[in-house]
């Protein structure tokens, strides 16, 4: 089993410096003010580790994909603990000639078997992604279409 460490360094008031063992820094913030709060920082981390995947399985597909973006949303809980009850990513995949049985199963890939950010968050999560294909070089790209999937027991 692989370990991972994290180091935590309070800074005053609620914000903190976080240090992995590779010597990465990341300031947090619990009111907000100054820098992330730890919530936002886990839906980064989500939508990091799945764009992550989708693009070394579209570079694996041999898909010529030139820009990638995703945004997320969640709602927390009303009461303590305020955790995630539903998150939505929203892929937007810009490449020449993508085929969209391929973005989707990138994505569902990510999702359903290799993101292991996503697979730490409660079961109990709504879960919802949705994708557009760009042509490069444009901005539009039509409304965003539901990714179909069976999320992971």
Avoid at 90 to 119: M, P, Q, T
Wanted: charged letters at 20%; aromatic letters at 8%; one cysteine or more.
């Amino acid at each position: 089993m692989a370990t991972v460490t994290t180091q935590l360094k309070w800074n005053g008031e609620l914000q903190f410096t976080g240090k992995t063992a590779k010597g990465f820094e990341t300031v947090m913030d619990g009111n907000t003010a100054v820098a992330a709060s730890p919530m936002e920082l886990l839906l980064e981390a989500t939508g990091g580790c799945s764009a992550i995947d989708v693009v070394l399985i579209l570079q694996k597909m041999r898909l010529n994909l030139t820009h990638l973006e995703v945004s997320l949303e969640g709602a927390r809980n009303e009461t303590e603990p305020k955790y995630y009850t539903t998150m939505t990513m929203r892929f937007d995949v810009w490449g020449d000639d993508l085929s969209e049985d391929k973005v989707v199963r990138a994505i569902n890939l990510s999702i359903g078997k290799y993101c292991s950010v996503f697979h730490s968050l409660r079961k109990d999560m709504q879960f919802g992604a949705e994708y557009r294909i760009h042509v490069p070089g444009t901005e539009a790209a039509g409304e965003y279409q539901t990714v179909a999937f069976t999320a992971p027991e």
